[in-house]
C-alpha cells in the first residue's frame, strides 16, 4: 500500500472490475512492473484477479481492505494512547 502505483490501482477499481491492459495503459511503467504490483495486491488479499479467455479482469476485495482498516485502527488506538501519555509526562516535568 505504500507504493503509490498500488494505491493508484486501488483507486482506478473502485469504479468497478477492470482489465489489466487497461489499468496499466495510462501510467508511465512497464506492463510487467504493473503485473508485479498486482502480484503484490494478489497476495496481500486486496484484489482479486478473474481470467476471461485471454483477459484477466481485476476488481477490489472489500475484505482484505476490512483487515486493513482494522489494522490500521488499532494501531492509531495503540500510538494515540502512548502519545497522549507521552504529552502527559512532559507537561507534569514541565511544571
Known sequence: MAD?????????LRAGPARITDLA???PISFA???RHVG???????????????EHWLSVRSAGLEA???WIAEQTEFWSV??????ARLARRAR
Open 40 to 54: 503484490v495486491l494478489e497476495s496481500a488479499g486486496l484484489i482479486k484477479r478473474e481470467v476471461r479467455g485471454r
Open 68 to 70: 486493513a482498516q482494522e
Open 33 to 35: 512492473a504493473v503485473a
Open 25 to 27: 495503459a495510462p501510467l
Open 82 to 87: 502512548r502519545a497522549d501519555s507521552l504529552a
Open 4 to 12: 503509490p502505483v498500488r494505491r493508484g490501482l486501488l483507486v482506478a
